[in-house]
């Protein structure tokens, strides 16, 4: 486990030692409400689109189980009659000149240009999804391609781009951890932001007393695909026999193999960092048994000469109260 790792895990669980930074996290904290404070009074500049954003983010670090929704808000929004488009900063990647942003994301696009979850959307989706750490200008992409509602996928903290809503999603395991902002916890802002915000989801049933009026949604698995031909399978049976090997690169390893054991998966798990660039050697075991993964990680995977590989595809579900409630503002956005 990396130093990182380690803090991370320490700031969920609310070691002791993390107190010895609170003076650092007074000045981090500072710095996070002057530069709100700066695009609401106008001294950074803010773009509105000419049509409806919606922006997907976390007030927490590690993973929460946002993208899934992001996937699921595409859908819906392309049956409700929408164009939607998806505007990524595209983590993990890069372009190879700064003049290939703003970068539309196909299938093709090399996940080292376009990062992981942007390509992974993209093939979970069919909506355009352009990639730039510049998200005004993403989107101003994604409008000239004939989007007329966009995604903003994590982009809570990125200010100059305006929104008309703004999702928070929040694991129900871990929550807010110790409460406490970088690098003293593990929040990117104070938990008053969530009073500013359209909605709260939680992913799961949260071990924490929930925000009033947060909804409650679920990542349910939905079918395994085969890495090597594409072949969708249904959850049951089993595309293979006996234990495999449980590979996950995500922000929060021990959900997908929680998924896996609740699927009667006999898995041995193997954890990597968030966003990690796999080898053929880190999924080679030398015994036979074929590796399940994220669909993340599959992204980054698929040019690796490997064996018998099984992605397991996950799809959001949310309340029917969330969605009745999103209904009415897309409707009054229209």
Known sequence: MSLGERWLQAAYQGSAWLRLLKPLEALYRLVV??????????????????????????????????????????????????????????????????????????????????????????????????????RPRGAKALCELGCDILLSDDGLQHLALGRDIELVVVDGRRGFGN?????????????????????????????????????????????????????????????????????????????????LEALGVRAVPHAFPDHHRFTAQDLTFGDGLPVVMTAKDAEKCDLLALGEVWVLEVEAEPSLDFVAWLDRRLASLR
């Open 33 to 134: 409400a002057r530069r709100a404070d700066a695009y609401r009074d106008g001294r950074r500049d803010v773009w509105r689109a000419e049509v409806p954003v919606i922006v997907v983010g976390n007030v927490t670090l590690g993973g929460t189980g946002k993208s899934p929704l992001v996937a699921w808000l595409a859908r819906h929004l392309s049956e409700r009659g929408w164009r939607p488009g998806i505007v990524s900063r595209g983590y993990g990647g890069k372009a190879a000149r700064e003049t290939d942003h703003p970068l539309r994301v196909t299938l093709q696009t090399p996940i080292e240009q376009s990062g992981d979850e942007p390509r992974m959307l993209a093939r979970q989706t069919g909506v355009p999804v352009v990639v730039d750490p510049d």
């Open 179 to 259: 409460g406490h902002c970088l690098p003293a916890g593990p929040l990117r802002e104070p938990l008053s932001r969530l009073s500013e915000v359209d909605a709260v989801l939680i992913n799961g049933e949260p071990a924490f007393t929930p925000p009033q009026g947060a909804w409650i949604f679920r990542l349910v698995p939905a079918r395994w695909r085969s890495l090597s031909d594409g072949v969708a399978r249904p959850l049951t049976p089993l595309p293979f026999g006996g234990p495999v090997h449980g590979v996950a690169g995500i922000g929060n390893p021990q959900r997908f193999f929680a998924t």
